[in-house]
């Protein structure tokens, strides 16, 4: 299993682009989410996904948007960079129990100038 | 809804002597609690969790942590630590409602001196 993953590892936009940011597991985990991490501030929620075709906000939603077509798919789009969404971005996953630990992705560094 | 703090920003040890790094939570019943780790330019890895039952649970790497219901309390420890430890630790609490996401703090920085 290659767990989950994250494309790409670093990316440097300037302010007003829109990339999306991709995410994929492979343990057919219904719950996704994003995260943000920013220093001292600890890991954000963007948005999450509780099972294919379904998503909610998280702490820090405005700028962003996902979707949620397919178990193995989540990805987060920025759709106006600004130099505020400059951060590491992190996606993960767990099954459908409170008590299951979250499997994250490597991270993504996003830089916007 | 539920919220964690981890009073310690930073915390430097020496190599092989102990360490505690601290965690409290809110949360309005019995909790979920989760401490990860994040080495430098990596994601985060579970060192251990809490569901019920033991309030002294063992984790990977050596890591040890104790729920203390009382003090809304879960403390990491480990007893000597080593050079590789230095890292980032997140205490995290499961979260109530239907989301079932969990809820992190804002992390502690552990340096280790040789």
């Known amino acids: 299993n290659a767990g989950v993953t994250q494309t790409p590892k670093f990316q440097v936009l300037k302010t007003g682009q829109s990339m999306t940011l991709q995410c994929a597991q492979d343990?057919?985990?219904?719950?996704m989410s994003w995260y943000r991490q920013d220093p001292g501030m600890g890991l954000r929620l963007i948005h999450y996904s509780v099972g294919a075709g379904i998503t909610d906000q998280g702490e820090v939603p405005n700028g962003y948007n996902v979707s949620r077509s397919t178990t193995e798919d989540f990805p987060l789009r920025l759709l106006s960079a600004a130099p505020s969404q400059t951060s590491v971005y992190f996606c993960?996953?767990?099954?459908?129990?409170?008590?299951?630990?979250?499997?994250f992705g490597p991270g993504t560094r996003l830089t916007v100038t | 809804a539920q919220s964690v703090t981890q009073p310690d920003i930073h915390i430097t040890v020496s190599e092989g002597a102990s360490l505690e790094l601290r965690c409290n939570y809110s949360y309005g019943a019995t909790p979920y609690l989760f401490w990860y780790v994040q080495s430098p330019g990596q994601g985060l890895q579970l060192l251990l969790k809490y569901f019920s039952g033991d309030t002294l649970v063992q984790g990977i790497k050596g890591f040890e942590a104790e729920f203390k219901r009382s003090q809304s309390s879960f403390n990491l420890r480990k007893p000597s630590v080593h050079w590789s430890d230095a890292a980032e630790y997140f205490c995290a609490v499961g979260a109530s409602g239907g989301s079932y996401i969990p809820t992190f703090g804002r992390g502690t920085s552990l340096i280790v001196h040789p």
């Open positions: 343990m057919n985990h219904e719950y």
């Open positions: 993960a996953s767990s099954y459908r129990d409170r008590g299951d630990e979250q499997y």
